[in-house]
């Protein structure tokens, strides 16, 4: 029950993570490499603000931290992501839709600068999120102590899930999003203003990894190199889900965390060190049997 619980609450942070990725790459065929640098300058605006707030920049308590010492700086590190990300978009993606290879050495570049700028800035070592008192207990599962912050964090993900399914399925702006991947001229014939509403989206998604990363670096903590972990755990849930598809992000996400959670706990403590042979396993078993993922089309 444990593993279990381990699995889903750790897809609940894959699903947050890789939700603005599947706007993005998956929905709009933008390639946005500088998703990863996204979350992790997110986490560490976050906890700056967390720090700001309580008085202390070390050995926080969790007791010293209320609700709103821990959502304000979720809410300014999302901020700051969404803002670089639609500058991002306006700047350096716009012009050459439909060119991934050039959006991928670009975004590669701005990641590049700013995993350096943030070296500068906050540091080589790793640093942590804290989460709201109110949230840190454990209770018994079994014999098991569990964290309830694991729970807490499951419980935001099916929040983001449930508020970006209404918005792309039961909105106006939603619809018009799903018609312009499909079919940007017609959408443009009807005077509707396409690149404001990509504009828009683009915002959004890099909003959703600013959360991401402000989870993660309440969950795990935030260090350098952490971008590159996650946007390759962003790019292994669209790959498995499928591209531009919600469900499908959900569905890769709770494949990837089972696969996660299990592998350690159940292979043989001689070959534990396979674990991460099993997530490749996957992707290269889904992709045999779906070539376009779960809930993938055709681009």
Not at 76 to 85: I, K, R, S
Not at 225 to 241: E, K, Q
Not at 269 to 285: N, P, R
Request: aromatic share 10%; hydrophobic share 55%.
């Amino acid at each position: 029950m444990v593993t279990v619980l381990d699995a889903v609450t750790f897809a609940g942070l894959l699903f947050v993570a890789a939700s603005g990725f599947t706007l993005i790459f998956g929905l709009m065929r933008t390639v946005n490499m500088a998703h990863g640098s996204l979350f992790l300058l997110a986490a560490y605006v976050a906890i700056r603000v967390q720090e700001a707030m309580v008085g202390r920049s070390r050995n926080i308590d969790p007791a010293d931290v209320g609700l709103l010492d821990w959502l304000v700086p979720m809410l300014a590190g999302a901020g700051v992501a969404a803002v670089l990300g639609l500058a991002i978009q306006q700047v350096f993606l716009q012009w050459n839709e439909g060119q991934e290879m050039r959006q991928t050495l670009l975004t590669l570049a701005i990641t590049v600068v700013l995993a350096d700028q943030m070296l500068r800035e906050f540091g080589g070592l790793a640093q942590r999120m804290v989460w709201p008192g109110a949230v840190t207990h454990f209770f018994t599962i079994g014999g098991e102590r569990y964290a309830a912050t694991r729970l807490f964090m499951l419980g935001i993900a099916v929040l983001v899930g449930v508020l970006l399914w209404l918005w792309l399925n039961r909105t106006s702006v939603g619809m018009v999003i799903r018609a312009g991947v499909d079919d940007r001229q017609m959408v443009r014939g009807l005077g509707i203003n396409i690149k404001r509403v990509f504009a828009l989206t683009f915002l959004v998604g890099s909003f959703l990894a600013g959360v991401g990363g402000v989870l993660g670096a309440s969950f795990a903590g935030a260090a350098p190199g952490t971008d590159g972990s996650w946007l390759l755990n962003s790019l292994v849930v669209v790959i498995i889900g499928g591209l531009g598809s919600l469900k499908g992000a959900a569905a890769g996400s709770l494949l990837y965390g089972t696969v996660v959670a299990f592998s350690p706990a159940y292979l043989p403590s001689q070959y534990s060190y396979y674990a991460i042979i099993m997530t490749f396993g996957l992707l290269a078993l889904v992709l045999a049997v779906r070539p376009y993922g779960l809930f993938g089309r055709p681009a």
